[in-house]
């Protein structure tokens, strides 16, 4: 009989990559991920703001990198870059792609055919109807965690709820 680890603790992040606090927030990502390791999974969710005119293309070409196999190293490069998304437009994210060395060429037809955008407009629903109001917002063991407002305290907050989760995964008989 072999012993299977426990699925990781799921931490969804929704972000909106024209956001300075999204930026922000990647410096406490990079920490939980270093902490937890595979153990706790952070899920890219899409919230683009309105007031933000690429936030949406820019979630599509968010979930391309990710078919593409590298969709938080995009997300961290164009959130490196969330000042010039403003002017730069859907030009910038295909060039953000192509310094990845990803096929920029599928990024700029994905923008054009919109295959992505069933994806992001059920992250947004979804975020809406638990109450998503601003950017990043994090949802760990149901409980919703805002970080649009302040960053304060937050990752301490995500650590003793993934703490918690991963204590009573280490209780449980089937682990």
Not at 10 to 33: G, I, K
Not at 84 to 104: F, I, K, Q
Request: proline share 5%; charged share 30%; with cysteine.
């Amino acid at each position: 009989m072999s012993e299977t680890s426990p699925p990781p603790i799921v931490l969804d992040v929704w972000c909106e990559l024209q956001c300075p606090d999204c930026r922000t927030a990647l410096t406490d990502l990079h920490a939980l991920r270093e902490r937890y390791g595979d153990r706790l999974e952070p899920r890219l969710r899409h919230f683009p703001l309105e007031k933000h005119k690429h936030a949406f293309a820019a979630a599509q070409a968010a979930e391309e990198a990710t078919v593409q196999g590298r969709g938080w190293e995009y997300v961290a490069a164009v959130l490196g870059r969330v000042d010039e998304l403003d002017t730069g437009g859907e030009p910038l994210l295909v060039d953000v792609a192509r310094e990845l060395a990803l096929d920029a060429e599928e990024f700029d037809t994905a923008l054009i055919d919109g295959r992505h955008i069933l994806i992001v407009d059920a992250d947004q629903a979804e975020g809406k109807a638990i109450g998503v109001t601003g950017t990043p917002t994090y949802v760990i063991g149901g409980e919703r965690l805002d970080g649009g407002k302040s960053q304060e305290g937050l990752r301490a907050r995500i650590e003793e709820i993934a703490d918690r989760l991963l204590a009573e995964q280490d209780l449980s008989p089937n682990s």
